[in-house]
Antibody
């Protein structure tokens, strides 16, 4: 059974860079068949898709965030990472690591527990 | 971006009730719609994929319907553990977008 675990600072200052890591167990991010990525949820609000990375290294980003985000992977550690530059209070959210099945409708079938990141000085 | 609009935003129901949540897309998304359940303090869980397909391990009282721009999630007989918030998601075009959620509360 795949497990995803997010880690990173819970507090980031405005204008700085948010960096999160997702450690994956029970599956290899170096194999095809799944996208690996990030989804966030603003407090008391809905869900926002951030982006995915495929085992080939190809990335897919939300156009609204594309200029500020980088999703990368370290296959040797079975980890993926998220970097979000120039953060503001609007980036305060619970950030989820996620796995989505490649194919029709690409459903997210596995989620991390989520980590709250607050942007504040 | 494609807008996904859920209705109602919240509903009150009793154990045993049949419950239906509706999701409308701002344009045709074929059957590229998934449904998730989220309980407070937890990550969402996949219920239905590709509009009508039950995810492995999900009870058969959950079902999905629709295509094009109109979709439904139905719980045939509501159970205690089903009180939660439900989200639809379209993956027809980038970026994938979610509905705002429907909270199912105990009457």
């Amino acid at each position: 059974q795949v497990q995803l675990q997010e880690s990173g600072p819970g507090l980031v200052k405005p204008s700085q860079t948010l960096s999160l890591t997702c450690s994956v167990s029970g599956a290899s991010i170096g194999r095809g068949g799944y996208y690996w990525g990030w989804i966030r949820q603003h407090p008391e609000k809905g869900l926002e898709w951030i982006g995915y990375i495929y085992y080939t290294g190809e990335t897919f980003y939300n156009p609204s965030l594309k200029s500020r985000i980088t999703i990368s992977k370290d296959t040797s550690k079975n980890q993926l990472s998220l970097r979000l530059n120039s953060v503001t209070a609007a980036d305060t959210a619970v950030y989820y690591c996620a796995r989505a099945e490649v194919g029709h409708s690409s459903p997210v079938d596995s989620w991390g527990q989520g980590t709250l990141v607050t942007v504040s000085s | 971006d494609i807008q996904m609009t859920q209705s109602p935003s919240s509903l009150s129901a009793s154990v045993g009730d049949r419950v239906t949540v509706t999701c409308r897309a701002s344009q045709n998304v074929a059957d590229f719609v998934n449904w998730f359940q989220q309980k407070p303090g937890e990550a969402p869980k996949l219920l239905i994929y590709a509009a009508t397909n039950l995810h492995s391990g999900v009870p058969s009282r959950f079902s999905g319907g629709g295509s094009g721009a109109h979709f439904t999630l139905t719980i045939s007989s509501l159970q205690t553990e089903d009180f939660a918030t439900y989200y639809c998601q379209q993956t027809y075009s980038n970026p994938p977008t979610f509905g705002q959620g429907t909270r199912v509360e105990m009457k």
